[in-house]
């Protein structure tokens, strides 16, 4: 459903991505794991289509599509869905009527009908039920005020209102207390259908008990420098980034051509 | 010489500014011309040209009086505007206007207020392309209309109907000749016409608007409303609005105004008065949406307008509600004269300035009666060269014990080449009273219109939301007919600003 092949970026002249291979299929779940600063937010902000950041190199398709081709609005519409690892606020605007804006949106790229306010407050009901946020919420304006473990439910509620292809998650897990966690993890997991993929990138093991990945990859530098299954998760918790950095650096130190 | 860009990042630059800069590049749909027969005075302005008037008006001899003495108090008056700059105080730009090359008087030949059959049937065609229909088996249900078409009020709607509970609604020209003792005792009562300089000019060739007047103890049935249109070229607009409620009363009245697109600049100078006795309370709307000119600043209404309203009696309220969207200067500050003891002002405003538009807007609150309260809302929009000024005088004096004040003042910035300024004058003579002010400045953000599209919404549809949202206080204030509309013209007046 999504293949990333030798994907480069930059921001204000500075490269981030320094060669990205990614391929997802189908109902898969990948994690992402990797030093602060090592280019994950990067990653999705590209995969979403912020213009902040330029591609300079290397192809993405989403399925059997050109992914960096589309409209950031299209991109949401075909179902690629960002939960932000900083959400946005925006004063005045009521979450609910936010929400179903987007939700009609989807939906009618879907080719669905749009829902009207009767049956979406059923709907928003029900999803707020799933990630235990009171329905006091709806009426407040977009994150405005809210906690940061407030913004990371919203955001999940977003994503369950969505029902997103390819949803991904930015520390989503990130200042969440446990039961948040959990809840958080019901949200990705009750998406997840043979169909419904997902990408979590955290900087915890702890996440992955809940949400079981079928790959772990570690982004350093720019570049997915190991990939390994569940497992992977558990070494990086006891030992850190370093050994992988002195295993990447020698093994580029052989390969590297004279001169170069 | 400029040296290359140090990144060559095509899309990433153009997205940001660019993007957006066309949000501004709004369509107006107003724009177009009516062809109509007119009857029409030739360019200038002497005593001659206010003689004419009154004439075509049918005035009585005091009324042409206090034409001419407002004409010769103009004269000597000084055009503020064209001062030299550190004496100037509105930060509002253009060449100097001759008055000699404008018309003031413009009438379309058919017209009838006593049947519409007599009205030129283009005009009415007009009215129903504005969204304002005045055949009776069209007509908006719950708001009465008064329609003025340059110089003349051409209709009023459900006249007869509130004439049944005793208040008047009609044209101005109309009520000096049915309630000349209404409108004589009342005229430049809160507005002298001396006030300032196009209150002057105003109140020597003031043409039409309405007058309103709502008996002691009745709440009117519906919601009054005035629609100006300028239509000729090279005319100027000179209205004139009277509004009186007597004791107890109350009345919400609301203005809309469009005109034809054209490159050169035209003149609006109104004045509006309004008159709330004891207990009576005035809710008074605008959307002011007058060609605002093109991109690169040609064409457009000057629109120098002067409101204000006097709450005469105790516990009275005067509540202004502004959305301008229009114009290529705007300068206008809808104020309140707070006599009554406990008596409150409210001026709620959303001002957008985009294009090459500048508007210096704001109010004056002027607290004389005790225990008076007044409210100030003001959401300034700038987008692309737009520049937005708040000013606003809050003036506590000697009498006005225990009264209060609070201001909020709001700018939002689209782009970066657009400007927001805000000059707050507080004065207090007072010790027991306070005066609260609230100011701030926030840019719309790139991060909230990707937030927006990422979850589905297009760029123009995220804006429309956002600006919308940062002006929800204020537009909850207008009454409901006109809420929906005035939400689509702020997404209609950025529109293209974000592509
Ligand atoms: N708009 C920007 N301008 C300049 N530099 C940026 C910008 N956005 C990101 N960067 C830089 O790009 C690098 C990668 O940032 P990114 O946010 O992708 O890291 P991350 O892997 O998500 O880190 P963390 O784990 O701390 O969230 C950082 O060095 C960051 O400072
Ligand atoms: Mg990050």
């Known amino acids: 459903m999504l293949k990333i092949t030798n994907l480069h970026a930059t921001v204000e002249g500075t490269e981030i991505l320094k060669g990205i291979n990614l391929e997802v299929a189908p109902g898969e779940i990948h994690a992402i794991m990797g030093p602060n600063g090592s280019g994950k937010s990067t990653l999705a902000q590209v995969l979403a289509g912020h213009d902040a950041f330029t591609v300079t190199e290397g192809t993405v398709r989403y399925e059997n599509e050109d992914l960096l081709d589309m409209a950031p609005e299209d991109r949401a519409r075909k179902g690629v869905f960002l939960a932000f690892q900083y959400p946005v606020e925006i004063p005045g605007v009521n979450s609910a009527y936010f929400l179903r804006t987007g939700l009609n949106e989807v939906r009618k790229a879907r080719g669905e009908e749009e829902i009207d306010a009767y049956d979406f407050l059923a709907l928003i009901r029900a999803k707020m039920a799933l990630v235990e946020m009171d329905e006091s919420f709806l009426k407040r304006s977009v994150n405005e005020g809210f906690s940061g473990g407030e913004k990371k439910r919203h955001e999940v509620l977003q994503m369950a209102v969505l029902e997103p292809r390819l949803a991904i998650l930015d520390e989503t897990d990130s200042g969440l207390d446990i039961d948040a966690l959990r809840v958080v993890a019901n949200g990705v997991n009750q998406l997840h259908t043979p169909q419904n993929s997902a990408i979590v990138v955290t900087h915890y093991q702890r996440l992955l008990e809940y949400i079981v990945p079928d790959y772990v990859h570690v982004l350093m530098g720019g570049r997915i420098v190991r990939s390994g299954g569940k497992e992977l998760a558990l070494q990086l918790e006891d030992r850190g980034y370093d050994w992988i950095r002195e295993e990447t650096a020698a093994a580029a130190a052989t390969t590297q051509p004279a001169g170069a | ?499």
């Open chain 2, 1 to 499: 010489m400029t040296e290359p860009a140090a990144t060559p990042a095509p899309e990433a630059a153009l997205s940001d500014t660019e993007v957006l800069e066309q949000f501004a590049q709004r369509d107006y749909k107003e724009g177009f011309y009516t062809d109509v027969e007119s009857d029409s005075a030739p360019p200038g302005l002497s005593e001659e040209t206010i003689a004419f008037i009154s004439k075509k008006k049918q005035e009585p001899a005091w009324l042409l009086e206090w034409r001419l003495k407002a004409y010769h108090t103009w004269l000597k008056m000084e055009d503020p505007t064209q001062r030299p700059a550190p004496e100037q105080w509105a930060m509002v730009h253009y060449p100097k206007i001759d008055y000699q090359a404008i018309s003031y008087f413009s009438a379309p030949k058919k017209v009838s207020l006593d049947s519409l059959d007599q009205v030129d049937p283009e005009i009415l065609a007009t009215y129903n392309k504005l969204g304002i229909p005045l055949e009776e088996q069209k007509m908006l249900s719950g708001v009465a209309v008064d329609a003025v078409f340059d110089s003349v009020s051409v209709a009023t709607t459900f006249k007869d109907k509130l004439a049944e509970v005793g208040i008047i609604f009609g044209s101005f020209s109309d009520a000096v000749k049915q309630h000349p003792e209404l409108v004589r005792k009342y005229l430049g009562s809160v507005v002298p016409t001396g006030d300032n300089y196009y209150a002057a000019l105003n109140s020597a060739v003031f043409t039409d608007g309405s007058f309103v007047y709502i008996p002691e103890g009745v709440r009117c049935p519906m919601e009054l409303s005035t629609y100006f249109r300028i239509n000729a070229a090279n005319t100027g607009q000179f209205e004139r609005t009277l509004i009186v409620a007597d004791k107890g009363s109350y009345v919400s009245y609301l203005e809309g105004c469009t005109a034809p697109m054209r490159d050169e600049n035209q003149l609006h100078a109104a004045v509006v008065e309004l008159v709330a006795l004891e207990d009576a309370k005035i809710k008074y709307s605008t959307i002011q949406n007058w060609y605002p000119g093109n991109k690169e600043g040609v064409g457009g209404i000057y629109n120098f307008v002067t409101k204000r309203g006097a709450c005469r009696g105790d516990r009275s309220k005067i509540s202004w509600t502004q959305v301008e969207t229009g114009s290529a200067i705007t300068w206008k500050y809808p104020s309140c004269i707070l006599q009554g003891d406990d008596s409150v002002g409210e001026f709620y405003s959303v001002a957008v300035t985009s294009g090459r538009q500048q508007a210096d807007t704001g109010t004056k609150m002027i607290h004389l009666g005790r225990n008076t309260k007044s409210t100030v809302i003001s959401k300034g929009i700038s987008a692309m060269n737009g520049q937005n000024v708040y000013r606003g005088a809050v003036q506590m004096q000697k009498r006005a014990t225990g009264s209060r004040n609070f201001t909020q003042c709001d700018s939002m910035l689209i782009g970066d080449q657009c400007g927001a300024h805000t000059f707050p004058y507080i004065t207090v003579r007072n010790p027991s009273s306070t005066v609260e002010h609230e100011a701030s400045t926030s840019k719309i953000g790139e991060d909230q219109i990707f937030y927006c599209n990422q979850r589905g919404l297009s760029t123009e549809d995220a804006v429309s939301m956002i600006v919308n949202g940062f002006c929800k206080e204020v537009l909850k204030e207008l009454p409901m007919e006109f809420a929906v509309e005035a939400t689509k013209l702020l997404g209609i007046s950025l529109e293209g600003s974000v592509g």
